[in-house]
Nanobody, 119 residues
Framework: QVQLVESGGGLVQPGGSLRLSCAASGSIFSIYAMGWYRQAPGKQREVVAAITRGGSPNYADSVKGRFTISRDNAKNTVYLQMNSLKPEDTAVYYC?????????????WGQGTQVTVSS
């Protein structure tokens, strides 16, 4: 079972940047597809970006061109570089690790890190 710890959240002005990190431990990092989700107050959790085991990224339409997901398997870490931040990006951001085995899907979550975009 993998354990995930996010860091890098905080308060930033509109147009600013933040980089989130998610450090994994307790399992073989490279077997997991990784993702970043977010949940704003009163809203459902939504996927922001994901990256396959092979390093192929996918993004929600709302963040395309502004956010970049990457992974460093040697450091057991996944990153989310967030540029041109908007107030609507304000949310708790969660790291996710996912893998499939024998037809079952396994999801693991970090504790979340708050991102607030405000002037």
């Amino acid at each position: 079972q993998v354990q995930l710890v996010e860091s890098g959240g905080g308060l930033v002005q509109p147009g600013g940047s933040l980089r989130l990190s998610c450090a994994a431990s307790g399992s073989i990092f490279s077997i997991y597809a990784m993702g970043w989700y977010r949940q704003a107050p009163g809203k459902q959790r939504e996927v922001v970006a994901a990256i396959t085991r092979g390093g192929s990224p996918n993004y929600a339409d709302s963040v395309k061109g502004r956010f970049t997901i990457s992974r460093d398997n040697a450091k057991n870490t996944v990153y989310l570089q967030m540029n041109s931040l908007k107030p609507e990006d304000t949310a708790v951001y969660y790291c996710n690790a996912r893998y499939y085995e024998l037809g079952s899907r396994y999801d693991y979550w970090g504790q979340g890190t708050q991102v607030t975009v405000s002037s």
